[in-house]
């Protein structure tokens, strides 16, 4: 069959581009509404689906733009690559069933960043010992995902400052293993129990160890040396740097999920979190 005597390459291409990108883009934004879903920006995510939404009127740099800010900006090309921990997720999983883990990501802001260096991140992780990928459902998750953000998303994010003091807190039976870089014994012990507020467990003492470097100065210097590689001297990476990051989101790792399921987000990063920030 030949081309229609009026057919357009670009009207073509754009027609193509505007049905599957905005079929994504619908889906992202479900719960402000499907097909009928009037245009606006009332809201925050009402105004990012309107800046995402491809139209008929919209110019090859336009709809560049928008891709863009939708695949880019908010970080949904990262649904087409599967989550790395260590090795696929995918060939994980199989390795050993597990209890569901809970992940809270921190991030250094932006403005705080040493020049040369990029922002310091911070991630804790604990099990739910009473669920099972089976067990567990989306009223719970969400539930969950509402304690997080209790604990965690007030006054723009919950900050955590990381020094060079290790603490732990082990409690395997409660799903506990935490490893925390600290400036303070103060600082790890409010942040050990805002994580131990999520499920409502108390703060045992006797699970509480510090370990300490008898020259931290020395060992874990602020500026480290330099190194040559290559004929060219370059400094080596900081080990435990001392910065303030704040919390960014939650996700949930469930056994037999190819994908993580967002929690609790207060970014952006993930535009289908069960629980968002406004």
Not at 137 to 156: D, M, P, Q, R, Y
Not at 198 to 224: C, E, L, M, V
Request: with cysteine; hydrophobic share 35%.
């Amino acid at each position: 069959m030949v081309l229609p005597l009026d057919y357009n390459d670009f009207e073509h291409l754009q027609s193509v581009i505007r049905k599957l990108h905005n079929k994504e883009v619908r889906e992202a934004f479900s719960d402000l509404g499907g097909d009928e879903w009037l245009p606006n920006i009332n809201s925050p995510r009402a105004s990012l689906r309107q800046a995402c939404t491809i139209y008929d009127s919209d110019s090859a740099l336009i709809m560049l733009l928008k891709q863009n800010l939708y695949f880019l900006t908010l970080r949904k090309a990262k649904d087409y690559q599967a989550p790395i921990l260590g090795m696929p997720k995918g060939s994980l999983d199989p390795i050993r069933k597990y209890k569901p883990q809970i992940y809270l990501y921190f991030k250094e802001d932006s403005g705080d960043v040493e020049e040369g260096y990029g922002p310091v991140e911070g991630r804790i992780s604990f099990r739910l010992m009473d669920e099972d990928s089976e067990s567990i459902t989306k009223t719970k998750l969400t539930t969950l995902a509402n304690k997080i953000k209790t604990e965690f998303g007030v006054s723009n994010g919950y900050t955590w400052k990381k020094g060079k003091e290790y603490y732990s807190y082990t409690d395997k039976e409660k799903g506990y293993q935490l490893q925390i870089l600290a400036f303070s014994e103060t600082e790890a012990k409010q942040l050990i129990n805002k994580v131990l507020d999520i499920q409502g467990h108390t703060f045992s003492a006797k699970k509480f160890r510090k370990s300490s470097n008898d020259d931290p100065t020395s060992a874990y210097p602020t500026i480290p040396p330099n190194q040559s590689i290559l004929g060219e001297l370059v400094r080596e990476p900081r080990l435990r740097p001392v910065a303030t990051v704040r919390f960014q989101y939650a996700i949930a790792n469930l056994w037999g999920r190819p994908q993580p399921i967002p929690l609790y987000d207060r970014t952006f990063e993930y535009l289908n979190a069960l629980v968002t920030e406004y």
